[in-house]
């Protein structure tokens, strides 16, 4: 019915930039709160930024002044811009969306915690 599909990710060195785009596809009424996870091996998966439908925004401590997340509501498409790139930021990026509400069967329904496939950015020293 719904799915979010990542695109941008890829091979940069030190100090270099990526921009992650993220769009969610089907009928989509509307998105409360789309955000960036990431996961590295053997780690857990964590939070990156998120950002609310009225543009708030939170990010972790580790990427905050570096990266910014924005979205266009109209197109349903949320966006990473990673700048100042550290070996460390090497992780599989995904996509999550909450509170998405999409026209079902003669209503409008919900579903939460939609994820991405992933998309692998990977940082050179």
């Known amino acids: 019915q719904v799915q979010l599909v990542e695109s941008g990710g890829g091979l940069v060195q030190a100090g270099g930039s990526l921009r992650l785009s993220c769009a969610a596809s089907g009928r989509i009424f509307s998105i409360a709160t789309m955000g960036w996870y990431r996961q590295a091996p053997g780690n857990q998966r964590e939070l990156v930024a998120t950002?609310?439908?009225?543009?708030?925004?939170n990010y972790a401590g580790s990427v905050k002044g570096r990266f910014t997340i924005s979205r266009d509501n109209a197109k349903n498409t949320v966006y990473l811009q990673m700048n100042s790139l550290k070996p460390e930021d090497t992780s599989v990026y995904y996509c999550?969306?909450?509170?998405?509400?999409?026209?079902?069967?003669?209503?409008?329904?919900?579903?939460?915690?939609?994820w991405g496939q992933g998309t692998q950015v990977t940082v050179s020293s």
């Open positions: 950002i609310t439908s009225d543009a708030n925004t």
């Open positions: 999550n969306a909450q509170s998405l509400h999409y026209y079902g069967y003669l209503k409008v329904s919900e579903v939460n915690d939609v």
